[in-house]
């Protein structure tokens, strides 16, 4: 089996209110030193065996298909075959 | 600034519907190569500098009391300061 993960973020100026929902709650917890939270997505994939590039070329096509919003979101992703 | 980048994912065995979603989706446009998908989440966050060792249990600490569910999620971290 081969492994892939993706990371999947807001891009940078994208308002995250997730990120600045946790950001207050770690304040409020007392955590002073966090300065900014940025939430994103982490997904771990198996996949059949294939060639590492068409393995890459495929997970990219899903990312861009599926997983991300390429307009607002930036992704990368690693293969292990 | 120092930087922390978390990831947090379900333990194996508990169940992710998130992720059998997602499999069901990749599957329906033709991606019959993926066997499993496992959503979790990646957070990244600007911290006030520190020395590394303190950075790293007190953003321990942040996953234990919020960040995370310790009883159905693994997590790691890694701090750059």
Redesign the interface.
Known sequence: ?ARARV???LKEGILDPQ?KA?LG??KS?G?E????????????????N?SKKQ?ES?VNE?CE???ANPIIEDYWLEVED
């Not at 030193?33 to 059949?48: C, N």
Request: charged share 35%.
């Open positions: 089996m990371h999947i973020r990120g946790t709650a770690l917890l955590y030193e966090v300065k900014d939270v940025r939430v994103g997505k982490y997904i771990e994939m198996e996949l059949e294939g393995l495929r899903m298909r599926l997983l």
